[in-house]
Nanobody, 123 residues
């Protein structure tokens, strides 16, 4: 069982930056693929980024070059560094974890989810 707690969301102007954190419970964090998703009002939850246990990273086209996912296994924490934020990035951001996930973009495939953190980008 893994519990995930996101933090770091907030209100920022367009062009600004934020760093989201996802703190995980348990002693097997290093064996989980970690992901970030987001959900804007009236829209479906969508894949943002993921990092596998070996460090390989994957991004949605909409955030490539602006967002960076990373992990610190010693701190049981995953991060999402966001720069060049746009109003379209406004959403609740969720952290997810899974040990054996194959299709990273498939929301229903992830086993564990955090409660989400709000990111609002003003124009």
């Amino acid at each position: 069982q893994v519990q995930l707690v996101e933090s770091g969301g907030g209100l920022v102007q367009a062009g600004g930056s934020l760093r989201l954190s996802c703190a995980a419970s348990g002693r097997t964090f290093s064996s989980y693929t970690m992901g970030w998703f987001r959900q804007a009002p009236g829209k479906e939850r969508e894949f943002v980024a993921a990092i596998r246990i070996g460090g390989s990273t994957y991004y949605a086209d909409s955030v490539k070059g602006r967002f960076t996912i990373s992990r610190d296994n010693a701190k049981n924490t995953a991060y999402l560094q966001m720069i060049g934020l746009k109003p379209d990035d406004t959403a609740v951001y969720y952290c997810a974890a899974d040990r054996f996930i194959l299709v990273l973009t498939q929301t229903t495939a992830w086993d564990y989810w955090g409660q989400g953190t709000q990111v609002t980008v003003s124009s």
